[in-house]
């Protein structure tokens, strides 16, 4: 059996959030909800920082309700509503006061399959399973209730394991992130990663 580790605070509080992204592909992200364990290898990350990235929620150091959790220090968890509907998983990094963080957008799903496919209402496993952040979090039971946790506390029902696999760079690919076109000439940066020839990437491979 593979080792499992949690991932150390350290990890959460590199202050290039950019690394972070990229460091996060291979490792693990898993639930402990209503009673059940679920999990999967994260395959898809965007980066989003603040004060200069106009697709990141706090971009300009914007605080409200919805964003002072970007604030806290890396290794909190941001879930927000996208379009009423998908629970967005991310995970804050670096020190507190940096608003800056990375979104989850898909993992292979490895750990109680059943009870992923009962959560997304499927009977087969395929990449639809998991494969976007909205569906991700649904298979995994996390919702908005679970913004602002301390995701390194060792009650917490989500958290983040190292299990050994390593993505070489040469795994890595790299382009724009989904979704934000908005944010003008940040919505060409190549903040979006995903290990590549993975059938779990979501549909925006390209």
Known sequence: MARRKRLPRKFF???DVVAASRALLG?????????????GMIVETEAYRAP?????????????KRTETL???GGHAYVYLCYGIHHLFNVVTGPAEVAQAVLIRAIEPTDNLERQLARRGRDRVRPQLTAGPGVMSKALGIRTDHDALDLRASDSPIWLEDRGRVVSEA????GPRVGVAYAAECAEW?????????????????
Do not use: M
């Open 171 to 174: 795994d890595i690919a790299s």
């Open 27 to 39: 490792k693990y992200l898993v639930t402990a909800i209503d009673g059940e364990q679920t999990a």
């Open 52 to 64: 200069d990235d106009k697709a990141c929620h706090a971009w300009n150091n914007r605080r409200t």
């Open 71 to 73: 604030f806290a220090e």
């Open 13 to 15: 509080l590199q202050p």
């Open 190 to 206: 190549p903040w979006r990663f995903w290990i590549a020839n993975s059938p779990w990437v979501s549909k925006w491979k390209k």
